[in-house]
């Protein structure tokens, strides 16, 4: 079975702080996907990764892949009340096809304080 | 992009009454629709896959019988909670993939969600 291991669980920080979000597996993912939730709402889909080492960046969002495709970092610069929810990493798993069928981590609540 | 809803966002039930959950993709058709169970600051925890014009594939540990899933067309799919109890409330969330386009992304994209009460 394929596992996704997210962390922090529970991140809490101050307006203007840096943060890492960290998802690993001893396992080979086709693609990565990282979702943020809000309470009460369904996930959003922030990016993809596909490419071993790829970097992708989306305003203070810089998403990582690594080079083996079995992890990715999520890190936000400069952290903004606005970017408080749950952040979900999702992979594709390598052999199976594609079900659409994702592995996800147990998430990342991410408090950013005024 | 691509969207999915769901109806209702929430209800309230007494129990033992059945309870009816729609997923429908808007704007694109998914063969494959999966359904997920969240509960209060923790990830989704995958139900079942809903195949269209099949039946269900239910992970371990989901009762069948007693959350029903059918996926009658290529734009809905319905989760019904049967004969609910307090137990069974919770954050139910849908999700569906595109049919064809780049084989492997393994993009989903999710309903709003539905927030089951059951008194």
């Known amino acids: 079975t394929q596992l996704l291991e997210q962390s922090p669980q529970f991140l809490s920080i101050q307006e203007g702080e840096n943060l890492t979000v960290y998802c690993n597996s001893s396992s080979v993912f086709s693609s990565l996907q990282w979702y943020r939730q809000e309470p009460g709402e369904g996930p959003v889909l922030l990016v993809t990764v596909v490419t071993g080492g790829e970097v992708k960046k989306l305003k203070r969002l810089t998403f990582q892949f690594g080079d083996a495709r079995k992890d990715s970092s999520l890190h936000i610069t400069a952290a903004q009340p606005g970017d408080t929810g749950l952040y979900l990493c999702?992979?594709?798993?390598?052999?199976?096809?594609?079900?659409?069928?994702?592995?996800f981590g147990q998430g990342t609540t991410l408090q950013v304080k005024p | 992009g691509a969207v999915v809803s769901q109806h209702p966002s929430r209800v309230i039930c007494k129990s033992g009454t059945s309870v009816k959950i729609e997923c429908r993709s808007l704007d694109f058709q998914a063969t494959t629709m999966f359904w997920y169970r969240q509960f209060p600051k923790q990830s989704l925890m995958l139900m079942a896959t809903s195949n269209e014009g099949s039946k269900a594939t239910y992970e371990q540990g989901v009762e069948k019988d007693k959350f029903l899933i059918n996926h009658a067309s290529l734009t809905l799919s319905t989760l019904t909670v049967t004969s609910a109890h307090p137990e069974d409330s919770s954050f139910y969330i849908c999700?569906?993939?595109?049919?064809?386009?780049?084989?492997?992304?393994?993009?989903?994209?999710f309903g709003e969600g539905s927030r089951l009460t059951v008194l």
């Open positions: 999702a992979g594709a798993p390598h052999f199976g096809g594609n079900t659409g069928k994702l592995i």
């Open positions: 999700s569906a993939t595109r049919t064809g386009g780049y084989y492997g992304t393994g993009e989903l994209f």
